[in-house]
Nanobody, 120 residues
Framework: VQLQASGGGLVQAGGSLRLSCAAS????????MGWFRQASGKEREYVGT???????YYADSVKGRFTTSRDNAKKTVYLQMNSLKLEDTAVYYC???????????????WGQGTLVTVSS
């Protein structure tokens, strides 16, 4: 599975942005998909995840503001980010898990990141 994230950019605090992650391969629907982010000088952190059936989990830091969804026909997963905060500034990554088991899933495939910058 190859993943291509897009949709990052500059947005003001309180604004919204939607990230997309397009996957290649014929078995996209078999994979759980995750979103992660890494701010400059910090470790990568988990943002949220969605399985093949639409079950979702989120990190507490984004719960109620971020929503992940997927379109299996388009082989694409989305991350809708609302009420963005300065601390949401980071490079965002999508990842695919063949053996998804919830919020603590491990991921075998990673896309390149897309930068989200939230300004005041």
């Amino acid at each position: 599975v190859q993943l291509q994230a897009s949709g990052g950019g500059l947005v003001q605090a309180g604004g919204s942005l939607r990230l997309s992650c397009a996957a290649s391969g014929r078995t996209f629907s078999n994979y759980g998909m995750g979103w992660f982010r890494q701010a400059s000088g910090k470790e990568r952190e988990y943002v949220g995840t969605i399985n093949w059936g639409g079950t979702v989990y989120y990190a507490d830091s984004v719960k109620g503001r971020f929503t992940t969804s997927r379109d299996n026909a388009k082989k694409t997963v989305y991350l809708q980010m609302n009420s963005l905060k300065l601390e949401d500034t980071a490079v965002y990554y999508c990842a695919a898990s063949r053996y998804w088991y919830g919020a603590d899933s491990t991921y075998e495939y990673w896309g390149q990141g897309t930068l989200v910058t939230v300004s005041s």
